[in-house]
């Protein structure tokens, strides 16, 4: 990808980042979330712990911002989810300047959250930090709204800083973590916080919100958009990139062959990563990432597949998991067990092992799996 294509998909991230929902009528699904909230402010219940979980890119932190806006909001009703917009704090929210949230996440030059970011740095530990700041005297003297993005990659060192906060919110304050499932949040975070889980995107919801966000693309390329999106916004920002959604397309013909060449997918797999460039390691970590969850939804759909039954919004990736049933090898064990690899591999693109390797170890593994 080149640098100028580089920063206009950056450039289109951060506009739609920014474009909230004016009302949570706007905000598109979460329907029961927004339900279970909207009860628990009416009737004085509110937690003061969350852990938001579900797939990236389906509105978990534009939600975490709406539930921010409601319980700052200067005009609107302190039982009510209910906010005007258009008061300073709202404003503020919107830009991410009020006094009073504090917003966190992963760096993009790091695979972790870093302890300096909880617990202050060295030279001020317990002095800064959202475990320190969350602790300070409200601004307006109401509550502090704390939102951790990237829970997912809170060390154990960095889940310990927590606890105390955890345990001991302090009065009036909201913290929400914001993650992809439960399983990958470590234990003592996991039973520290309520659970709200966010169901992805229904196909027709990707294409509203992909129509007002992206208007300078053509209707066909928001169709196809919607359609491969998988239910998820970030996904279908991804796949604007026609490289990438080429190779996507290439991926799953691969996959779908029997037998697997899994030498052939490993130099596949590894030049597309390599065109990121050798100084780009985030760049190249993200489409190894993409990758290995394009591996997910395939074996996934196979798995429907091989079952017989016909499920998805990706009309593509279907066709080719149908073709895979007929002569696959493997069943749904070899299926199943390809799927979880793919899950691993994910994961191990921010452990810092060698790329190479990685790649090479997993695309062997497929081919083993697949003639089970």
């Not at 609107?76 to 009073?100: M, W």
């Not at 899994?262 to 190894?288: I, P, Q, S």
Request: include cysteine.
């Amino acid at each position: 990808m080149s640098e100028s294509r580089k920063k206009k998909a950056a450039a289109v991230e951060q506009e739609v980042a920014y474009q909230l929902p004016g009302t949570w009528d706007e905000l598109l699904g979460h329907e029961r979330p927004k339900k279970w909230f909207d009860i628990a402010v009416r009737q004085g219940r509110l937690a003061s712990t969350f852990l938001f979980v579900g797939k990236d890119g389906i509105g978990k932190r534009t939600f975490a911002k709406l539930l921010a806006k409601a319980l700052f909001c200067k005009n609107s009703d302190p039982t009510s989810l209910h906010f005007c917009g258009t008061c300073e704090a709202c404003v503020q929210v919107d830009a991410s300047t009020h006094p009073d949230l504090i917003e966190i996440g992963k760096p993009d030059d790091k695979s972790t959250i870093p302890v300096d970011l909880l617990i202050g740095p060295p030279e001020a530990r317990m002095r800064e930090g959202l475990c320190h700041d969350i602790r300070l005297k409200a601004f307006y003297g109401g509550r502090k709204v704390a939102i951790l993005d990237d829970a997912d990659t809170l060390q154990e060192e960095g889940a310990n800083c927590l606890l105390k906060t955890l345990e001991e919110p302090p009065p009036g304050s909201v913290l929400i973590l914001i993650g992809t499932s439960e399983q990958k949040q470590l234990p003592t975070i996991r039973s520290r916080c309520q659970i709200v889980r966010f169901r992805e995107l229904q196909r027709e919801q990707v294409h509203a919100v992909l129509e007002r966000v992206l208007p300078q693309v053509s209707a066909e390329e928001i169709k196809d958009l919607a359609g491969c999106a998988d239910g998820s916004i970030s996904q279908a920002l991804l796949l604007k990139d026609p490289e990438l959604r080429q190779f996507r397309y290439q991926l799953y013909e691969r996959l779908a062959k029997c037998p697997l060449d899994f030498m052939e997918l490993a130099k596949a797999v590894g030049g597309l990563a390599d065109a990121a460039g050798k100084d780009v390691g985030a760049l190249k970590r993200a489409r190894m990432k993409i990758v290995f969850e394009f591996g997910e939804r395939f074996y996934r759909q196979l798995l429907i597949a091989l079952d017989g039954k016909k499920l998805g919004s990706d009309d593509m990736l279907q066709a080719k998991a149908e073709t895979a049933a007929k002569d696959y090898r493997g069943g749904r064990h070899g299926a199943l067990a390809c799927w979880q690899r793919c899950q691993t591999a994910a994961e191990d693109v921010d452990r810092f092992i060698n790329q190479s390797m990685l790649i090479e170890a997993w695309a062997a593994d497929l081919a083993k799996y697949s003639k089970a």
